[in-house]
């Protein structure tokens, strides 16, 4: 009887790691995609009101795939300028 438990233990905790690594890797990908979008929305918006500009910004890193997404369009396939 311990030898079905250990049994079906082993695939739960493989499943768990299994688990935690794709984990890992989705939040190391939003993190670089927050710091591009941070980078992207503070660089853009510098002519604004400093206060302003701070809001954009954290509402950019917030939203960021949304940001980079509407970056990439706008600003590089419609030829838009930062300033």
Same mark, same amino acid.
């Given at each position: 009887?311990?030898?079905?438990?250990?049994?079906?233990?082993?695939?739960?905790?493989?499943?768990?790691?299994?688990?935690?690594?794709?984990?890992?890797?989705?939040?190391?990908?939003?993190?670089?995609?927050?710091?591009?979008?941070?980078?992207?929305?503070?660089?853009?918006?510098?002519?604004?009101?400093?206060?302003? &500009?701070?809001?954009?910004?954290?509402?950019?890193?917030?939203?960021?795939?949304?940001?980079?997404?509407?970056?990439?369009?706008?600003?590089?396939?419609?030829?838009? &300028?930062?300033?």
């Amino acid at each position: 009887m311990n030898n079905e438990l250990i049994g079906a233990e082993l695939p739960n905790e493989n499943k768990q790691s299994v688990s935690w690594g794709k984990i890992s890797i989705v939040m190391f990908c939003k993190i670089i995609i927050s710091i591009v979008a941070f980078i992207l929305a503070w660089d853009c918006n510098r002519n604004m009101d400093m206060s302003l &500009r701070i809001l954009t910004t954290i509402i950019a890193t917030i939203f960021s795939e949304i940001y980079v997404l509407y970056y990439s369009f706008y600003h590089i396939f419609m030829g838009a &300028r930062c300033y």
